[in-house]
């Protein structure tokens, strides 16, 4: 079962990659079955029975939501931004862009209202499988410490008082019509201006979606011995007039002064947890002598996780004068 789940994982991937490098003639369900050894029809079948969606739907939803960010960001023509994402015409891009949103590209370009978009299928992780890393570790134990003043600016989220870690969390929020993990990235992800968005793909890597912690006294007690409610969401700029999409919440955040425990890039498979176990380390036996600081856990105050394996894993945790 594993094994299938990586091969239908390196389609997803690949997917992406021709989509944004415009290369269509490697986008194709034969091209993608090459790649991976077996028939159409077996990659076909396998891909629905684990994606549960047909190849070619799930590749005309990954189009849809790459041209949408195009119709939303810039100033290029609907013919071309058609052209650029498979679509044969104006009117057939026209009528895929409604059937899915239940808008025309130019009305959405008019009105660009948060919308879920597809998002890029995860259907493998050996951390989800219990599997644990490969286990060839290579990262050393430097972790860059730093302070930083963050200005003011917003935080669109949602949040579980119950949930513990993040598979956990999204497990927990899909019993929650309306926010299961894909609803709530595919919105995130069609907000135009989130801060942290860099084009990278949407969860937790780079598409401006963040792990977050509020110190909330209704929330679980956390590993450092403060209750903390956990979210999922993006930061926004402070003036920021968008909608506010159904079940998410807004939160404003005044600037204030954090901590930065910061890895550089390693291999998710094989080195995640151990990562995790050294920035803990780092983050638990951290000496704020002579710094004039100290954590801030007074309620209210919150954490932000960035988790990006090609660039870095990244606590930013808050801090008050001490």
Partial sequence: ?????????????EIDECIKNRNGEALTLRSLSRKLGYSEFH?????????????????????????????????????????????????????????????????YRREPVPIALRTKIRSF????????????????????IYFVTIPAHKFLHIKNYESNGYWDFWQKQSLIPGQDCETISGLLDSIQGKLD???????????????AYINDPDGRLCDWGVPRTECYGARLPVDYKGEIPPHLLMMDVPEAE???????????????????????????????TDTGYCFDTSAGRILYLYHDPERYLKYVRPVRRS
């Fill in 1 to 13: 079962m594993y094994e299938w789940h990586k091969q239908i994982q390196i389609i997803v991937d």
């Fill in 43 to 107: 990659t076909t079948r396998k891909f629905k029975e684990i994606s549960g969606m047909p190849f070619r739907d799930y590749l005309r939803y990954r189009q849809l939501a790459f041209a949408l960010k195009e119709v939303r960001d810039s100033g290029k023509s609907m013919l071309d931004i058609a052209f650029d994402y498979g679509f044969s015409s104006h009117e057939a891009f026209t009528r895929a862009f409604k059937g899915a949103y239940g808008v025309t590209p130019s009305e």
């Fill in 125 to 144: 992780d050996r951390y989800f499988f219990g599997l644990g890393e490969i286990g060839m570790m290579k990262s050393t134990e430097d972790v860059k």
């Fill in 197 to 211: 968005d860099d084009g990278g793909s949407e969860s937790n890597s780079g598409g401006g979606q963040i792990m």
């Fill in 258 to 288: 954090y901590i930065v425990f910061e890895h550089g890039p390693f291999d998710y498979e094989q080195e995640n947890r151990s990562v995790e176990e050294i920035m803990e380390k780092a983050m638990a036996t951290f000496d704020f």
